[in-house]
């Protein structure tokens, strides 16, 4: 699978732009990361070879990648750690980079391991912050409005409908065709990471949001892609979530509601109501159980917070 991307035309040497190419091929094709993953890596990589034409004084090269010591990639961490880059993107672009040299290394175009013995900073813990039920209400009527052309509001309502409706992670809801969502049915597979499938349940209100939509979309045949821009094309992620970040200054919240919010909620709203741990899992495509674990931290210090407001002891 080709997968295309900005070439490093300025800060790498054409035979590691190659070499790069074929990783992006790679990672999607052999990998199977989704295309936004495999976007975030780019730019974790774009930052490295920006701070190594500095470093190095010139463009990097396969020769130069080969002779990089641990104080070297210290040093990039460091440079990051300067930017004010929060842990857990200097954690993200650690593995990104062991990736790409393991991937170098497999291809037999360099031999460095000194990367492998690098160790960022533990990221903070942080907690998904889930939308109240209320706010996903007022949260989809806002999508709907902030969008000039009618049928685009009914498509940012739809995708933001199924995200919260069916917990979808971004990637997997624009990676959906039109043939993929059965609205007679009561469920759906969706294909995950790893390319695993999950049955996700198809709500009346997902049907009827989806259904409404498509009555307006450009192109409404089976292999068409659902969510659609303005030209008929896939929709791209950022373009949904420059709409969060317009949604979400109109509704004056905080800068942690992001598309994947919608999911958090999903997955929060359905503990509250009495739903299991391992059903929870198995709806997110968790492959394991401390993943979802998290939620259940969230509802008890909503638990806690009632308690302390309410209770005549506390």
């Given at each position: 699978m080709e997968v295309k991307f900005n070439p490093f035309e300025s800060t790498a040497s054409e035979k590691v732009r190659l070499a790069i190419q074929?990783?992006?091929?790679?990672?999607?094709?052999e990998r199977r990361l989704s295309l936004?993953?495999?976007?975030?890596?780019?730019?974790?990589?774009?930052?490295?070879?920006?701070f190594l034409l500095d470093?190095?004084?010139?463009?990097?090269?396969?020769r130069d990648l080969e002779n990089l010591k641990i104080t070297d990639f210290r040093a990039f961490l460091a440079w990051r750690s300067e930017q004010k880059i929060s842990k857990a993107s200097i954690a993200r672009g650690v593995s990104a980079l062991k990736n790409f040299f393991r991937f170098?290394?497999?291809?037999?175009?360099?031999?460095?391991?000194?990367?492998?013995?690098?160790?960022?900073?533990?990221?903070?813990k942080i907690l998904p912050h889930p939308l109240s039920a209320d706010q996903a209400g007022k949260f989809l009527k806002v999508a709907q409005e902030m969008q000039k052309e009618h049928w685009q509001g009914l498509r940012d309502v739809a995708l933001f409908t199924l995200m919260y409706g069916a917990g979808l992670r971004i990637a997997e809801a624009l990676s959906l065709n039109i043939k993929d969502v059965p609205l007679d049915q009561e469920a759906m597979v969706i294909t995950g990471k790893g390319?695993?499938?999950?049955?996700?349940?198809?709500?009346?209100?997902?049907?009827?949001?989806?259904?409404?939509?498509?009555?307006?979309h450009p192109c409404p045949?089976?292999?068409?892609?659902?969510?659609?821009?303005?030209?008929?094309?896939?929709?791209?992620?950022?373009?949904?979530?420059?709409?969060?970040?317009?949604?979400?200054?109109?509704?004056?919240?905080?800068?942690?509601?992001?598309?994947?919010?919608?999911?958090?909620?999903?997955?929060?709203?359905?503990?509250?109501?009495?739903?299991?741990?391992?059903?929870?899992?198995?709806?997110?495509?968790?492959?394991?159980?401390?993943?979802?674990?998290?939620?259940?931290?969230?509802?008890?210090?909503d638990l806690d917070r009632v308690y302390k407001k309410a209770h005549p002891r506390s």
């Open positions: 074929k990783w992006q091929e790679y990672l999607v094709s936004l993953t495999a976007e975030s890596y780019q730019e974790d990589l774009k930052e490295f070879f920006t470093y190095l004084g010139k463009e990097a090269d396969l170098l290394m497999r291809e037999r175009l360099i031999q460095n391991k000194a990367i492998m013995a690098v160790r960022s900073a533990r990221p903070n390319n695993k499938q999950r049955l996700v349940p198809l709500l009346p209100a997902v049907r009827k949001a989806i259904q409404k939509y498509l009555e307006g045949t089976p292999d068409a892609p659902l969510f659609v821009g303005a030209r008929g094309d896939r929709i791209n992620p950022g373009v949904v979530q420059r709409a969060v970040r317009h949604i979400r200054y109109a509704m004056n919240l905080p800068d942690t509601v992001t598309p994947h919010a919608l999911r958090h909620s999903f997955a929060t709203h359905l503990l509250q109501a009495g739903g299991d741990l391992r059903s929870v899992q198995e709806l997110l495509g968790h492959s394991t159980l401390s993943a979802t674990q998290r939620y259940t931290e969230i509802t008890l210090q």
